[in-house]
């Protein structure tokens, strides 16, 4: 169930089933029904696998070239094991992340690290993320050399003040140490590192979370402008709706380690199809009375539940108030177009959304 299936493929004409597509219109990232099942061991040598968590449970989604994706869902989804997975950092129990037509999935040793200079990760916690020991210089020129890109003297030189200066930070920051900075100066010294490589994709792993509002929108800007610059793809996870609306070109919604929803963020955000994402959206305050008076609200009931154990059938079903027993119970929605680019994975979408199914959480709140 967990194993990898069949051998590593890197052909991307095999791949792809015909020729290879053109580079141009090649989604940069590509996940095809990627499992990530970490095993939970008992005894007293750990040497038991008893049961296995479901971090990552089928999920299938394409990042375009220079476009941003948005990755939100409640804690423990799913949502950092997806990014780490993207970067190779875990390892896939099953499916394939595919990097620019590359089969990633079964890579290791040298190829794989000549893959990893193309990725990158930006973490929420700076103060962990960054070794306190280490000055910035050193902590960018350490990226630099890891990959052997330290030319040493003064091109080095030019290239860390150019470093600092896209992200917004004077040149005399390279002889500072971490605890040193704010949580923002922080995260731009953390962004600073991660582009040193120069990377065509950065997986940021809620970026702002550790910041207050106001420091916010300056990372989120850097981030834009850099994107804007370096034409980079950027794969952002969030809990907070909010900060994914503002940067996302497109939108996905986990629950449970699945995919429930996708599509193009403002689409998403006015025509929320799944209940899950409804419930989510229903707890965001709207600041016009109106528009707050009159909107839906969906509480949902019970407790999420267990990545080691998921429900059987819809993963959302023990707390949807639209589930239909003997549908959603046995069979597992998988996402499909239900508007156009808006994959949803639910059996009554259309039906929820023109409210001609039963129930509902008006129904069962009254
Ligand atoms: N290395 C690991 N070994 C075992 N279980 C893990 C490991 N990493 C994550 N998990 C489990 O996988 C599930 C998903 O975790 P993950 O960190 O991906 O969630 P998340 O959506 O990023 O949550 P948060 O919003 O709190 O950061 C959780 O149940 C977590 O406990
Ligand atoms: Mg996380």
Request: aromatic letters at 4%.
């Amino acid at each position: 169930m967990t194993e990898p299936t069949g051998p590593p493929n890197t052909d991307p004409a095999v791949l792809d089933g015909g020729g290879p597509p053109e580079p141009a219109d090649r989604p940069l990232v590509e996940l095809r029904d990627l499992r990530v099942h970490f095993p939970i061991k008992r005894g007293v040598l750990l040497d038991r696998t008893v049961g296995w968590v479901h971090a990552v449970d089928g999920v299938s989604l394409r990042i375009e070239r220079g476009s941003t994706y948005g990755l939100v869902g409640e804690s423990g989804c799913g949502k950092s094991t997806l990014g780490k997975t993207v970067l190779r950092l875990e390892k896939p129990s099953s499916g394939s992340v595919v990097l620019d037509g590359i089969d990633m999935s079964r890579m290791s040793g040298e190829p794989l690290r000549r893959m990893r200079r193309r990725m990158q990760m930006v973490f929420q916690d700076t103060l962990s993320s960054l070794d306190p020991r280490q000055s910035v210089e050193s902590l960018l020129v350490e990226g630099l050399r890891a990959h052997g890109m330290d030319e040493g003297g003064g091109r080095t030189e030019r290239r860390l003040r150019e470093l600092l200066s896209a992200v917004g930070l004077p040149a005399s920051a390279l002889r500072r140490y971490p605890h040193e900075f704010s949580g923002g100066q922080r995260q731009r010294v953390g962004i600073a590192r991660a582009l040193a490589v120069e990377p065509e994709l950065v997986v940021a792993d809620e970026p702002v979370s550790a910041l207050d509002v106001s420091v916010q929108a300056q990372v989120l800007n850097v981030l834009r402008d850099l994107q804007d610059e370096y034409g980079l793809t950027y794969l952002v996870i969030a809990h907070d709706l909010a900060v994914v609306r503002h940067v996302a070109d497109r939108v996905g919604v986990m629950y449970l380690g699945g995919l429930v929803e996708e599509s193009d963020s403002d689409e998403l955000y006015e025509q929320p199809l799944h209940p899950y994402t409804r419930a989510l959206l229903s707890a965001v305050p709207v600041p016009e009375p109106e528009v707050e008076d009159s909107r839906e609200r969906i509480l949902l009931s019970g407790d999420l539940p267990s990545p080691a154990d998921p429900p059987s059938g819809c993963l959302f079903q023990t707390r949807c108030p639209w589930r239909q027993p003997g549908v959603c119970d046995v069979e597992r929605p998988e996402p499909r177009e239900v508007g156009e680019g808006h994959r949803v994975a639910c059996h009554y979408a259309e039906r929820i959304r023109d409210g001609t199914l039963p129930g509902g959480p008006a129904a069962s709140a009254g």
